[in-house]
């Protein structure tokens, strides 16, 4: 009895906060169209995000590249489409695995230190002594760390499938024989513009949406050192949760209906 009294006031809670972190995204909306912005903090965070969040991106997209080459190019080659290997590689990345992938790492790097920042400056009376310094903390905390996700996340997607497209180049090349021409026709054929402005796309949702659960999660925290820890792990649960949530509605969007992803065909 006493679990299940638990459980449903921790659900409570966060269902309390998520909506406290759509009001907050809708006042940040609101606080861009009046041109608030502070430069030198969103600068900053650019900084912070993009190149800080670089290595463990490329990385991860370009294993990620080899991995699915690895698991797709035996499969092809047996059916005789070996020459398509390439194209598919690069739909999936561009489409989903890049943008998906890449705002995976930024939630676990980026939107948890978002939380723990601005939760810790909650629970230490920080954000208290903005208002008493006429500072708004949207202003000045959360306006900054969301242009900066949505402008380094695409960034980094567009990167992340540069490094996994090379990924899979090489484990087509050097463990199945397929020659560097066939493959990079095969990304030239399969791969469009839509293509990589669906990735852009995603990643700037995705961005917006790490950002803002991670700021909102800061923001609405409570009970000291504990419930910084318990902010940080929610806030990346809830990313995660958004992120898998939104990219099936872009996808079906996007993507929707019967068609030929083949360019020119």
């Not at 698991?71 to 020459?83: C, K, L, M, N, P």
């Not at 923001?219 to 000291?224: D, E």
């Amino acid at each position: 009895m006493a679990g299940q009294v638990a459980s449903d006031t921790g659900f409570r809670r966060w269902f309390q906060r998520l909506i406290a972190a759509i009001f907050l995204g809708g006042q940040v909306v609101l606080h861009l169209l009046k041109a608030k912005i502070n430069r030198r903090n969103t600068f900053e965070q650019c900084s912070s995000v993009g190149p800080g969040s670089l290595a463990i991106a490329l990385t991860t997209a370009g294993f990620v590249g080899m991995v699915f080459t690895i698991q797709v190019a035996r499969e092809f080659i047996y059916f005789g489409a070996g020459s398509a290997v390439g194209g598919v590689l690069a739909l999936a990345l561009a489409r989903e695995l890049a943008p998906a992938l890449t705002a995976v790492v930024l939630a676990g790097r980026v939107g948890s230190a978002f939380a723990a920042e601005i939760g810790t400056m909650r629970v230490t009376e920080q954000i208290d002594a903005l208002y008493i310094l006429k500072t708004d903390p949207i202003d000045y905390l959360v306006v900054p760390r969301i242009i900066a996700c949505c402008l380094m996340l695409p960034v980094l997607t567009l990167l992340s499938l540069l490094v996994g497209l090379t990924g899979g180049l090489l484990v087509a090349t050097n463990l199945y024989g397929i020659s560097q021409s066939i493959f990079l026709e095969s990304i030239q054929s399969f791969l469009g513009v839509w293509d990589l402005v669906s990735a852009i796309l995603k990643a700037i949702v995705f961005g917006g949406l790490v950002a803002t659960i991670g700021c909102s999660w800061g923001l609405t925290t409570t009970g000291g050192a504990k419930g910084v820890g318990q902010s940080t792990t929610t806030a990346v649960v809830t990313s995660l949760l958004a992120i898998f949530i939104m990219n099936f509605f872009l996808s079906w969007l996007m993507f929707q209906g019967t068609g030929n992803a083949v360019v020119g065909s």
